[in-house]
T-cell receptor, first 114, second 113 residues
Framework: GQNIDQPTEMTATEGAIVQINCTYQ??????LFWYQQHAGEAPTFLSY????GLEEKGRFSSFLSRSKGYSYLLLKELQMKDSASYLC???????????????FGTGTQLKVEL | DAGVTQSPTHLIKTRGQQVTLRCSPK?????VSWYQQALGQGPQFIFQ???????QRGNFPDRFSGHQFPNYSSELNVNALLLGDSALYLC????????????FGPGTRLTVT
C-alpha cells in the first residue's frame, strides 16, 4: 500500500517563495507527481520526478529524494492565482496495461495573501 | 485538440438509485482511469481501463463497475447509491504505454440525497 503525507494548509505572501513538502511510504515507486487543483476544477499537471534531484519549470520546481521518501514543490514569485490545492501523488510500479494508477495525498491548501 | 471530456457536469440522485457517468479521453490516449474525490480530500483511484478491460482496481466495492468502448471512451456505473458516494468523479486519460502523461477531465459532481 501507499501512504502519502503533506501539510493540510499553508499561507504565503504574494511575491514570496513557498515550499510544500510531501513524504511517502510505498511498497513500490515509479514516479512522483504534483498537481494543482483550483476549487471545483480538475487537477492540472505541474511536475513529475522519477529520479533524485530537482526539476525546474518556470516558477515551479520539484525535488525528489527516493531514499528518504521525500519530495517538495517550490513555488517562486507567488501570485494570487496560485491560491489552490496542491496534490502530491505517487505512481506504483505495476505496469499492467496503462500502469498509471496514482495514489494521492489529501492535498495542501495554499492561500496567497497580499 | 479536445481534452478529456466528462458528462454530465452535475447530477443529483437518491439513495438506492443507479448512476452512469461518461468520459471521452484526450485524442491519442487509450487508457482511462476513474477517481473519486470527496470534499477536502485527494482523488482516490477506483479503476483503470485499457484495451476494453479493467486492468487495476482500487479499494472500491463491486457496486462500482465500468466499461471501456472500442473508441476508448468509458463509463463508470455505481449501483445502490449511498450518501457517502457523493463526490467529484474524475476521469483521467493517458497513453497506453506507461507514461507520466495523465490528463484529468473537469469531473462530474454527484450528489446523493
Amino acid at each position: 500500500g501507499q501512504n502519502i503525507d503533506q501539510p493540510t494548509e499553508m499561507t504565503a505572501t504574494e511575491g514570496a517563495i513557498v515550499q510544500i513538502n510531501c513524504t511517502y511510504q510505498t511498497s513500490g515507486f515509479n514516479g512522483l507527481f504534483w498537481y494543482q487543483q483550483h476549487a471545483g476544477e480538475a487537477p492540472t499537471f505541474l511536475s513529475y520526478n522519477v529520479l533524485d534531484g530537482l526539476e525546474e519549470k518556470g516558477r515551479f520546481s520539484s525535488f525528489l529524494s527516493r531514499s528518504k521518501g521525500y519530495s517538495y514543490l517550490l513555488l517562486k514569485e507567488l501570485q494570487m492565482k496560485d491560491s489552490a490545492s496542491y496534490l502530491c501523488a505517487v505512481r506504483d510500479d505495476e505496469f499492467t496495461g496503462g500502469g498509471n494508477k496514482l495514489t494521492f495525498g489529501t492535498g495542501t491548501q495554499l492561500k496567497v495573501e497580499l | 485538440d479536445a481534452g478529456v471530456t466528462q458528462s454530465p457536469t452535475h447530477l443529483i440522485k437518491t439513495r438506492g438509485q443507479q448512476v452512469t457517468l461518461r468520459c471521452s479521453p484526450k485524442s491519442g490516449h487509450d487508457t482511462v482511469s476513474w477517481y473519486q474525490q470527496a470534499l477536502g480530500q485527494g482523488p482516490q483511484f477506483i479503476f483503470q481501463y485499457y484495451e476494453e478491460e479493467e486492468r487495476q482496481r482500487g479499494n472500491f466495492p463491486d457496486r462500482f463497475s465500468g466499461h471501456q468502448f472500442p473508441n476508448y471512451s468509458s463509463e463508470l456505473n455505481v449501483n445502490a447509491l449511498l450518501l457517502g458516494d457523493s463526490a467529484l468523479y474524475l476521469c483521467a486519460s493517458s497513453p497506453g504505454v506507461p507514461s507520466y502523461e495523465q490528463y484529468f477531465g473537469p469531473g462530474t459532481r454527484l450528489t446523493v440525497t
